[in-house]
């Protein structure tokens, strides 16, 4: 996840995005320009104690559930049995979708230990989909490029004819990272007769620590990674025995759900072919209870929705429908977002105008990035559209005198299948692994050279892995933008039209969902 910074000195952006209304011709006067929405009641109403309370919940969730909230384990049932609840106690009308997916998790960590010549013991992760095992066997080194090439691109057992015969006895396929997917690498090796892989990083800048990605699916046998440094002393020792142990849980079809609220029934919207899905992804990593990933996006949605009901704008006129989602499997590769959006009609696709997601928005180091809809710092933009929904939020963090930053628009959280079937998106993001630069320590204070969440996807990621600061900060920015798209009257896009964008537009395919979850 690359980062990049705005200006620090940010235009302030002209408060005429959703007020501009064209003259009316002719008669010699022109139409009154149509009100910016007034979010201030409704950011009132969100407030931090709202949204603790919603965290403190899921963190009760994970203590009474082996301490995840994991899609496919009975944390993340719990989680959408208590959304589910708020919700229809709110007065939405709940769904509950359900899906199945490739279930995997880790039951006990990976080991990797040189037996002979010397033993020796190394760093080392199983990869997502790894078989269970525990093998003892000698090292073959599968088409290896060492030292490494200047660019990535080893194509180390990406061809089954890389793989010389097994030896008779169990055998450990050593390969280099690469220009093809993991999974090849592993289906390979199994394929010409290996009992276990081992995959190392590349070399290159940015590919020389562990290793470690996902599958995609079940393989039959361990597959764990290493670092650069290690897979080159192995590769290097003549005669190298190995003995590597993997415990994982793989189910090829295990359920887990979407939950999804609509307006409650007889709500009254003036573009009801124009709904806004506001969206967080409602499940942890296996190893912790996911507080700020995604605790945080899920009970700041939650706690939007409540108190857009408390405040009766689900029973007055809105300019267009809002549905809630909380998607289950993010974590899996955005599986819950992929069935959603695989699932709407090309009629009901069109009726979407707009998504917004919110992926960590308490981290502690905390960052306020806003996904780049315009692709201004270098990245992909998004369809149409997306540009004017990162302006609502840029615009609502200038007026706070509060800096924000773009961050690339990657397809890295639930928003991808959106904007993959060409519906704008835009969100907010507070950091996950990355390291906070000095400028981004000015910009926003904290601590530079510190990750962002340094307890992303682990067991601390806990109900004191989060910031109230940046829990109100964002929040109201996320309620603010979610308002302002139901209820601006027009102007919606840089147009000036507020109608549904004319055709899909092909970006990049989403990545999955984190860059430990990488396919190659
Ligand atoms: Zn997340």
Partial sequence: MRKSIASAAVAVMAASLFTAAPAVAGKGHTDQAPKPVNTRKLERAVTVNGVLQHLRELQVIANRNDGNRASGLPGHTASADYVAKRLRQAGYTVKRQKFTFAFSRELEPATVNQTAPTPQEFETATFDYSGSGDVTGQ?????????????????????????????????????????????????NAEAAGYDAVIIFNEGQDGRQELTVGTLGAPSGIPVVGLSYQDGVALASTDGAQVRVTTS???????????????????????????????????DSVAAGAG?????????????????????????????????FAFWGAEEAGLLGSEHYVSELSSANRAKIYANLNFDMVGSPNYARFVYDGDGSSGGVSGPPGSEAIEKIFTGYFDSKNLASAPTDFDGRSDYGPFIEAGIPAGGLFSGAEGIKTEK?????????GEAYDACYHSACDDITNVSTKALAELGDAAAHATLVLLQARTGLFPDGSIAPRSKAQKVSPAAPGNPAHAAR
Avoid: M, W
């Fill in 291 to 323: 507080i700020n990933d995604n605790g945080s996006g899920s009970a700041v949605t939650l706690e939007i929705a409540e108190q857009l009901a408390a405040l009766k704008y689900t029973k007055k006129k809105l300019q267009r429908p809002v549905r």
């Fill in 248 to 282: 994982t849980e793989n189910d090829l079809n295990r359920t887990t759900e979407n939950v999804i609220a609509d307006l409650p029934a007889g709500a009254k919207v003036k573009h009801p072919d124009q709904t806004i899905v506001v969206g967080a992804h409602l």
């Fill in 440 to 448: 981004e320590a000015t910009l926003f204070g904290g601590t530079a």
């Fill in 139 to 187: 090292i073959v080194g599968i088409d290896l490029t060492i030292p490494a090439p200047a660019e990535p691109g080893s194509t180390s057992g990406c061809e089954s004819a890389d793989f010389p015969a097994a030896p008779a006895e169990p055998s450990i396929a050593l390969i280099q990272r690469g220009s093809c997917a993991f999974a090849d690498k592993a289906n």
